[in-house]
Nanobody
Framework: QVQLVESGGGLVQAGGSLRLSCAASGSIFSIDAMGWYRQAPGKARELVAGISRGGSPNYVESVKGRFTISRDNAKNTVYLQMNSLKPEDTAVYSC????????????????WGQGTLVTVSS
């Protein structure tokens, strides 16, 4: 009933930039927090950046000053602008949304996108 579709991943050289987008659709009443996670090969998934409905962001230390998370509540979309990319940023990036559904507004659905691969070459 709720789908998250990501776009914007790809291959980029170190120092380059990419912008990820994640659009939520379906029986959505509202969305609380949204975020971007990543998982590199052989490593645990980590929260890269999160943003509250009101727009307050938080970042993992390793991306502070390089990545910017933003959202458009009217479009149920979250973005991740990634600048000064490093090879260690290579991972599958997935978006997450805490969704309140129509008719079930008091229950939060933990929704995930399918993931998009970001590869940063040295």
């Amino acid at each position: 009933q709720v789908q998250l579709v990501e776009s914007g991943g790809g291959l980029v050289q170190a120092g380059g930039s990419l912008r990820l987008s994640c659009a939520a659709s379906g029986s959505i009443f509202s969305i609380d927090a949204m975020g971007w996670y990543r998982q590199a090969p052989g490593k645990a998934r980590e929260l890269v950046a999160g943003i509250s409905r009101g727009g307050s962001p938080n970042y993992v230390e390793s991306v502070k000053g390089r990545f910017t998370i933003s959202r458009d509540n009217a479009k149920n979309t979250v973005y991740l602008q990634m600048n000064s990319l490093k090879p260690e940023d290579t991972a599958v990036y997935s978006c997450n949304a805490q969704v309140r559904r129509i008719g079930l507004w008091d229950r939060i659905l933990d929704a995930w996108g399918q993931g998009t691969l970001v590869t940063v070459s040295s």
